[in-house]
């Protein structure tokens, strides 16, 4: 795997005592897009700062583009952009001018034709002469994208980016990021907003109160823990499922008009066509039937909630 980020052994004691990360190892490749997923609390920000030098790590070490965050701190942070959840950017200077200071400081040679690309891309341009403290909330979060864009970063880091936006702004960002990847910048999300990563990331990461329980091609994953339903709706009540009908997995609504037959793709469960084959034998008809794949909402609600059950403390 071609690496632009390499964590090992990373951890984070705040000055209160509060551990906010526990030995976290992560690689990320060239051009992936990564979500990052977790509660509140659960230390995602942490995680970013650190990467991106705002916050110092307790131990362990992050390499970025075999740049060390803290020996090569100039060169590692140039090769990142950051898009903050707050919104920090609100003076009297203009859009242009704001975007063409960001890239400058870095120390990049001025480029008015890619500072107006960017502009374009996000939907800035005919505000570019605006002031800043004169955009609405959405244009300011696209100015932030902006500014992290403009020293044209290899890795890309996006905390929380839809929060609060409205659907065309998020669209435009899912675009942006697809965009991005094509051209072969690395773009890693936080979000709470999981048809997010669901709609975008090539691979998830959960972190749970400071450590990363699990990482894995998305697709993977859902597949893996994804539980699917098949769903038969019934013409008429039924009391209780016959008692002949021994099939696990097989559970009747509470209204008694639905049987669902919950199975997972891994499992040795019988197959619908075996399961609908004794309905019929058990004289259960039905007036229609659908399959139901669990999303990576419930399959994330389901990790982080066991884990908040086995991890109380
Ligand atoms: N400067 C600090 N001093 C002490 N504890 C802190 C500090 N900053 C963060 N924490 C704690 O570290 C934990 C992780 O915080 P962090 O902001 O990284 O979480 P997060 O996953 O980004 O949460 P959110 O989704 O709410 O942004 C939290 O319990 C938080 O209270």
Request: proline share 3%; with cysteine; charged share 25%.
């Amino acid at each position: 795997m071609n690496q632009i980020l390499s964590i090992s052994h990373l951890s984070k004691i705040y000055q209160s005592g509060f551990q906010a990360l526990k030995d976290i190892n992560l690689e990320i490749a060239k051009g992936e897009i990564f979500a990052l997923l977790g509660q509140n609390g659960a230390g995602k920000t942490t995680l970013i700062s650190i990467i991106c030098g705002i916050v110092n790590p307790s131990s362990g070490r992050v390499l970025v583009d075999g740049k060390n965050i803290i020996g090569n701190y100039k060169e590692a942070r140039s090769l990142i952009g950051l898009v903050p959840q707050e919104l920090s950017t609100d003076s009297f200077e203009t859009v242009w001018n704001t975007v063409v200071f960001s890239r400058g400081l870095y120390g990049k040679p001025a480029n008015p034709a890619l500072i107006e690309k960017i502009l374009k891309d996000l939907s800035l341009w005919e505000k570019r002469n605006n002031k800043i403290m004169t955009l609405s909330g959405g244009m300011k979060r696209r100015l932030m994208i902006a500014k992290a864009l403009s020293h044209e970063p290899k890795i890309l880091f996006l905390d929380e980016p839809t929060a609060g936006v409205d659907v065309s702004l998020r669209r435009d960002m899912w675009e942006l990021v697809r965009d991005l990847k094509n051209n072969g910048t690395t773009v890693i999300l936080t979000t709470h907003y999981i048809e997010e990563a669901e709609e975008m990331a090539d691979r998830i990461g959960i972190i749970r109160k400071g450590e990363l329980i699990l990482v894995k091609e998305k697709l993977a994953l859902m597949k893996q823990l994804g539980k699917k339903e098949l769903i038969l709706q019934l013409p008429f009540p039924l009391e209780s499922i016959p008692s002949g009908l021994d099939i696990p997995g097989l559970s009747l609504s509470t209204d008694k008009f639905e049987l669902t037959y919950t199975y997972d793709a891994n499992s040795e469960q019988m197959g619908i066509g075996e399961v609908l084959r004794r309905l019929s034998e058990g004289g259960i008809t039905f007036k229609d039937l659908h399959t139901k794949q669990s999303s990576l909402e419930e399959i994330f609600v389901n990790l982080v909630n066991a884990g908040a059950s086995s991890n109380e403390s």
